[in-house]
């Protein structure tokens, strides 16, 4: 069974940094680096706001256009991870992060991990 | 852009009624939409891809239908477990992804 967990999460000042990440276990039938990964937010009581993926190989990154150059999406496919570096920092950017993989669905989360941006 | 509407964004049912969630495209999407079954404190869950086709493990009371830009998800009969927030997500634009607005179903 895949499983993903998050860390890195927490409480931030505007326009401060953070380095998400997501371990990846349980690949039985195909490894981690067979999967698009993918980040996905949830602002506090409000919808799922997909926010970046990356391909297996890490040569394609993309972001939704609220994050664009001030998010980067990386991976390391020799420890099953994947990262996500937020800068810039601002309270709309509060949320649950998930990981998530799949190509165009996504078809295993991780538990999610709460930035909170508050000063 | 593509923009997802679900509707309605709420709706109060009981147990063993069937509910019908709605999930409107802004331009044709093909097939390109699956659902997502979200509970409280929890991550989603992928119930249904490419508009109809069921995820392994997943009840048959749920089904989805539709293409172009109208799309529905139907619970035949609503159990207890099923009491939760569903969100419609198209792909057509990938790699660029979509969720809609959600849809909670509530207790009567």
């Known amino acids: 069974e895949v499983q993903l967990v998050e860390s890195g999460g927490g409480l931030v000042q505007p326009g401060g940094s953070l380095r998400l990440s997501c371990a990846g276990s349980g690949f039985t039938f195909s490894s981690f680096n067979t999967y698009w990964m993918n980040w996905v937010r949830q602002s506090p009581g409000k919808g799922l706001e997909w926010v970046a993926n990356i391909k297996q190989d890490g040569t394609e990154k993309n972001y939704v256009d609220s994050v664009s150059g001030r998010f980067t999406i990386s991976r390391d496919n020799a420890k099953n991870s994947l990262y996500l570096e937020i800068n810039s920092l601002r309270a709309e950017d509060t949320a649950v992060y998930y990981c998530?993989?799949?190509?165009?669905?996504?078809?295993?989360w991780g538990q999610g991990t709460l930035v909170t941006v508050s000063s | 852009d593509i923009q997802l509407t679900q509707s309605p964004s709420a709706v109060s049912a009981s147990a063993g009624d069937r509910v019908t969630i709605s999930c409107r495209a802004s331009q044709d999407i093909s097939n390109w939409l699956a659902w997502y079954q979200q509970k409280p404190g929890k991550a989603p869950k992928l119930l249904i891809s490419s508009a109809s086709n069921l995820q392994f493990g997943v009840p048959t009371r749920f089904s989805g239908s539709g293409s172009g830009t109208d799309f529905t998800l139907t619970i035949s009969s609503l159990q207890p477990e099923d009491f939760a927030t569903y969100y419609c997500?198209?792909?057509?634009?990938?790699?660029?992804?979509?969720f809609g607005g959600g849809t909670k179903v509530e207790m009567k």
């Open positions: 997500q198209e792909a057509s634009s990938f790699p660029l992804l979509t």
């Open positions: 998530a993989s799949g190509t165009y669905y996504f078809d295993n």
